[in-house]
Each structure stands twice: as structure tokens, then as C-alpha cells.
């Protein structure tokens, strides 16, 4: 069983940036591939970022590529989501999820979800 707490969305200005952190609990995170998603209401939850449990392999939905940059310290038990260059269309809920090992880029391949951080961008 993992636990994930987002942390780290707010209110800004377009241009600006921000850095998102998901902490997970449990003994294993260095097992578990990572993702962000994001959702606004109305919408189906969309793949931002993941980042599989060797750190190397990333990847990105092609609207965040060259300004979202996803990280992790498994020391911490922690996946980052760097967002730079905001724009308003990124404003909504984002979640990290867990699955074990690979990569995955639905919400069907993740098993454990966090809460979500509300991210708002205005113009």
C-alpha cells in the first residue's frame, strides 16, 4: 500500500513558475514509477509527466514538454513536478500516482493516487 500527499500548487501569474511535490509512504517508493496528471472539471484526467523507478527514463505529454520537468529523491520518498512558463491553460487539479517499475501515461495504469493540488494560472 502507498500513500501520496501533494503539495505545492497556489495561485500565479502567467510566465511564472512553480514546483510541485508528491511524498509517498511506505518503504518501496524506489520501486514505483511516478506520474502527473491534471484535471479540470468537466475533463477526463490528463497525463502531464512520469518518471519510472531507475530515475533516467522520463516522459511528457507533448503540451508540457521544454517547460515541465519531473524529478525524484527516493531518499525522500519524493516525485517533484518543476513547472516553468505557465500559461492559463495548465490551470487545474494536479495528481501524483503510483504504479510499480514502468512508466505508464493513463490513469488506468496507475494503483494508488493523491489527493490533487490545485494549481490556477491567471492571465
Known amino acids: 500500500q502507498v500513500q ?4 505545492g500548487g497556489g495561485l500565479v501569474q502567467a510566465g511564472d513558475s512553480l514546483r510541485l511535490s508528491c511524498t509517498a509512504s511506505g ?3 524506489s520501486v514505483y ?3 502527473w496528471f491534471r484535471q479540470t472539471p468537466g ?3 490528463e497525463f502531464v509527466a512520469a518518471i519510472d523507478w531507475s530515475p533516467g527514463n522520463t ?3 507533448d503540451s508540457v514538454k521544454g517547460r515541465f520537468t519531473i524529478s525524484r529523491d527516493n ?3 519524493t516525485v517533484y513536478l518543476q513547472m516553468n512558463s505557465l500559461n492559463p491553460e495548465d490551470t487545474a487539479s494536479y495528481y501524483c500516482a503510483a504504479r510499480r517499475y514502468i ?3 493513463v490513469p488506468t495504469d496507475y494503483n ?3 489527493q490533487g493540488t490545485q494549481v490556477t494560472v491567471s492571465s
Do not use: D, H, P, Q
Open 4 to 7: 501520496l500527499v501533494e503539495s
Open 112 to 114: 494508488y493516487w493523491g
Open 33 to 35: 514509477a511516478m506520474g
Open 75 to 77: 531518499a525522500k520518498n
Open 43 to 45: 475533463k477526463e484526467r
Open 59 to 61: 516522459y511528457y505529454a
Open 103 to 105: 512508466i505508464g501515461t
Open 27 to 29: 518503504r518501496t517508493f
